[in-house]
């Protein structure tokens, strides 16, 4: 088995992935088995919840539904929350229909406040969301020098 590092996409929801520098690839020397690891996973879905209700452009359906299940909630359960119907909350999580700019704004202040450390969200973005999507985030992230998982450009 030789293990190596290298650039890996990292699934988050449906087919919307982050790229993650620095992935383990172990592989086996006498076949071409080979399996993609990735450390501090929790810490990936940190940063990319972060990057998401930081973003000035509307949340894509994909991001919807990825800051539902970072909030660790079933649809029903986040539709009450957000005042809409879980068939609304279904449209958006599918692409359907966009999100409704105040549901967007309280869907990201339930994140913000829900993470551990929302300590670098700045709340005046919810006042500054473009009426445009953009689509999902292109992230790359990357390991610092202490181990940790940061944005950098893509």
């Not at 290298?6 to 992935?23: C, R």
């Not at 086996?28 to 209700?53: L, N």
């Not at 300590?119 to 992230?141: C, T, Y």
Request: positive net charge; aromatic residues 6%; charged residues 25%.
């Amino acid at each position: 088995m030789t293990v190596t590092r290298a650039a890996q996409p990292y699934g988050l929801v449906g087919q919307w992935t982050v790229l993650v520098e620095d992935a383990l690839l172990t592989q086996c020397t006498g076949c071409s088995y080979f399996e993609v690891g990735f450390e501090r996973v929790e810490q990936i879905s940190r940063t990319v919840a972060a990057a998401v209700i930081a973003k000035t452009s509307r949340l894509a359906a994909e991001e919807v539904r990825f800051l539902r299940n970072r909030l660790g909630l079933e649809a029903k359960a986040l539709a009450v929350r957000l005042g809409v119907s879980p068939s609304t909350l279904s449209r958006w999580e599918n692409g359907r229909e966009p999100i409704g700019a105040t549901p967007e704004r309280l869907l990201r202040a339930l994140v913000a406040l829900a993470e551990k450390d929302n300590a670098g969200f700045d709340p005046s973005v919810l006042g500054h969301i473009e009426p445009k999507d953009g689509g999902p985030l292109r992230l790359v992230l990357r390991r610092n020098a202490a181990g940790d998982w940061r944005r950098v450009a893509a």
